[in-house]
């Protein structure tokens, strides 16, 4: 990520960097956005339950908040993906990137299952 000062602030150049990224990263977090929105969308109706426990005690405790901090995380998680694979040429974590692909479509698949039954 990078920073720039502005007027003595730091702010977080993420858009340029995100626009920067190959494909799959752009999809992975893609379905990473819509695993916790649907998530925090379907523990508020209360049709589903997070099968993760921090991260249930979380929803349960500061829904919106734990909502934030899961996007942020993602975003920083690939953001350094990213870095160890393009910028420091790292060849292990690019190995990784269709595992995690298959395993949040899989969530995804499942949120609109859901969904459907839910609405439908």
């Known amino acids: 990520m990078m920073l720039l000062g502005l007027k003595g602030v730091a702010v ?3 858009a340029g960097r995100i626009t920067r990224w190959p494909l799959c990263l752009k999809l992975l977090y893609l379905l990473m956005v819509f695993d916790g929105l649907a998530t925090f969308y379907g523990l508020q109706l209360g049709v589903i ?3 993760n426990p921090v ?3 979380g929803f349960n405790a500061y ?3 734990t909502l934030v901090l899961k996007l942020v995380l993602s975003l920083f998680f ?3 993906l990213n ?3 393009y910028d420091q040429k790292i060849k292990w ?3 990784s990137i269709p595992f995690f692909l298959i395993i949040h479509l899989v969530v995804a698949v ?3 299952h859901w969904i459907g039954l839910t609405l439908g």
Do not use: D, Y
């Open 12 to 14: 977080i150049n993420t």
């Open 78 to 80: 690939l953001e350094v």
């Open 63 to 65: 829904p919106l908040l």
């Open 93 to 95: 974590p690019q190995h």
């Open 55 to 57: 991260m249930a005690a």
């Open 83 to 85: 870095f160890a694979i």
């Open 110 to 112: 499942m949120h609109l």
């Open 49 to 51: 339950v997070e099968g």
